[in-house]
């Protein structure tokens, strides 16, 4: 066998693992791995601007494509904890992602050493595994149980703490030995596929609630398979967007108090029976579960044990990988359709179409200044269907789910549970990376754009084209319009005169200065009838010079958009659709 430092091995496993794809910043405590890295040079690494933003990076690049795992590094101490954010935003919404930090020596990591911090202790909560590896032996270990569990089960981030003493020791280790652990996956069983479309096949309106998990194993074609072979129409979760086109006719829309359509909303209140796979029952969704549940029958496959009965105990519950769950639902289903004996559920499909063409909001106004609706019909009309939107939080993002439009899997990439404002910029960068030559566009309000704005310069340096488009009110919208229930509008405006920019006429921070300083384009747009020629110059832009071009859409300062308490209690704040020119980018056109 080869004798060879500790993080030599590392990287050796770490191309055999295919996780090629790291984003970072060196120091002084994880330079040796840096060392080994440049010296094998099988690993393409990005220089972060924050350790958070190369946190948020290999997210993106995780969630851009199957079967990714984006590794982030950073040194002891303040890097490891900047990650936890990062980590806690992949934990919440099933992401492998690789954190690998450096780490006094263990001697040490008992004598408030300097940046020593018990990174192992802070990380737990937030990950499948953290751990110091105090052993030189064990790094290769280590690194195998990593990748074993972020695949295995319900994915999800890892942890591992090199201390450099650790990092620099010498083992025996032969990588053509090393081979990566078979992920352990649950499989529904035939007996639960059809104790399952028992209960889905004896409603009369049944819905499939399709969500994260789909994507996660790959699965969206057997949902469309499914679908279209029981003729159910489809409601996916703002993780599961994307599982089905949303031009497809069994598309219903999506549910919940926020990111949600009015079709979507008013089909789940018809329905009478809901098989969900690969979702959570978040409460954005759900809203009150009351109203949620109903007389309503539910089926719950997920592929975490304890996450069937977490929100509300189903009438069957089947724990399975969702793409194992549909291949042998689809073997039952196909079975049973060649008998006959599945029930004609057309006039329930054409319905739910007919409430697609009819229960629409309106989003084209001419107001100057703008209104964030007219925004997204125009980004409707400039992008096509290949087009992977990337955002995170805010009224940007809500609004962005209710008015927007995607069409594959992997094309709506949000930190949708954990939220963290600033995660857009960075988690775009690795979805470039990810998806390399294909149209990424990131949609921010102010606020978000803002936390993390420095990352802009990582995009100009390594060359990863993407449009960023930034809603920019001045405001934190979001938290404004949920002060209203408290009768105050306190420390949420953004706007001062900006001596050095009074062009911005009162919106404070001047995007523009900020972006191009960092080495990137930027235009600013102020009527709706400039922003298709703007998207056009973005697009120019971009592929001119190869790097992030932000496109800002200066808004109307206050805008309230639709949300409730209740799926049958949505405020419908802004005007609904009444005619088709009212919504002329809708997937269906309003019957006028």
């Not at 295995?152 to 090393?178: C, K, N």
């Not at 599945?342 to 009819?358: E, F, I, L, P, S």
Request: aromatic share 6%; net charge negative; proline share 5%.
């Amino acid at each position: 066998m080869a004798k060879m430092r500790s993080v030599d091995a590392a990287v050796l496993i770490l191309e055999k693992e295919g996780a090629t794809e790291i984003f970072g910043l060196p120091g002084a405590a994880i330079n040796p791995f840096y060392s080994a890295m440049k010296d094998h040079g099988g690993l393409r690494h990005t220089l972060a601007r924050h350790v958070e933003g190369a946190s948020h990076a290999a997210d993106g690049y995780s969630r851009a494509a199957d079967g990714n795992i984006g590794v982030c590094t950073g040194t002891s101490g303040p890097a490891g904890t900047d990650m936890i954010t990062g980590l806690y935003a992949a934990w919440a919404d099933s992401v492998p992602i690789l954190c690998i930090t450096g780490q006094a020596p263990v001697a040490k990591l008992h004598k408030e050493d300097f940046q020593a911090v018990d990174i192992e202790t802070i990380a737990k909560p937030v990950t499948k595994l953290a751990m110091t590896v105090k052993e030189p032996g064990q790094v290769p270990g280590a690194f195998q149980k990593a990748f074993y569990l972020m695949r295995s089960g319900r994915p999800g981030p890892v942890l591992l703490d090199l201390p450099i003493d650790v990092q620099m020791a010498e083992i025996e280790f032969d990588i053509d030995a090393y081979e990566p652990l078979v992920p352990n996956k649950p499989a529904a069983t035939r007996k639960q596929a059809e104790k399952a479309l028992d209960i889905l096949l004896a409603g009369k309106k049944p819905l499939i609630v399709a969500g994260g998990g789909i994507i996660n194993a790959g699965a969206s074609a057997q949902l469309v398979e499914l679908a279209e072979l029981l003729n159910i129409p489809v409601i996916p979760t703002l993780m599961g967007w994307g599982a089905i086109p949303d031009n497809h006719p069994l598309m219903a829309g999506m549910v919940g108090l926020q990111t949600s359509h009015r079709y979507g909303n008013a089909t789940f209140l018809e329905s009478d029976t809901v098989i969900g796979i690969g979702n959570r029952w978040a409460n954005r969704h759900t809203g009150g579960l009351d109203t949620y549940r109903g007389d309503r029958k539910f089926i719950h496959v997920d592929i975490e044990p304890t996450q069937i009965g977490r929100v509300f105990a189903p009438d069957l519950g089947i724990v399975s990988d969702a793409g194992a769950a549909l291949d042998v639902l689809l073997e039952a289903a196909r079975e049973r359709k060649a008998a006959g004996s599945v029930t004609d559920y057309g006039t329930w499909a054409n319905d739910c179409q007919a409430r697609k063409g009819a229960l629409q909001r309106k989003t084209h106004f001419d107001n100057v200044p703008m209104k964030p609706q007219r925004v997204y019909e125009e980004m409707n009309a400039a992008f096509g269907e290949d087009t992977t939107y990337v955002s995170t939080i805010g009224l940007s993002q809500i609004a962005g789910a209710q008015m927007l439009h995607v069409f594959g899997p992997r094309r709506w990439i949000n930190a949708g549970q954990a939220g963290p404002l600033g995660w857009t910029g960075p988690a775009a960068l690795g979805v470039v990376r990810g998806k390399p030559g294909q149209t990424v566009v990131a949609l921010s309000g102010d606020y978000d754009f803002q936390f993390m704005i420095e990352e802009l310069a990582v995009g100009a340096q390594f060359n990863l084209p993407y449009i960023h488009v930034v809603v920019n009110n001045s405001y934190l919208g979001l938290i404004r319009q949920s002060q209203r229930g408290f009768k105050m509008d306190y420390h949420v405006s953004l706007a001062f005169e900006n001596i050095n920019s009074p062009e911005t006429n009162g919106y404070g921070v001047d995007h523009l200065k900020v972006a191009e300083g960092l080495g990137c384009k930027a235009i600013r747009v102020e009527r709706p009838e400039d922003m298709q020629a703007a998207f056009a110059e973005a697009k120019r832009l971009m592929d001119e010079h190869q790097v992030p071009v932000v496109v800002e859409a200066i808004l109307e300062k206050v805008t309230n958009i639709s949300m409730g308490t209740e799926l049958d209690n949505v405020n419908e704040i802004e005007d609904i659709a009444e005619y088709a020119t009212d919504a002329p980018t809708a997937i269906l056109a309003l019957q006028d």
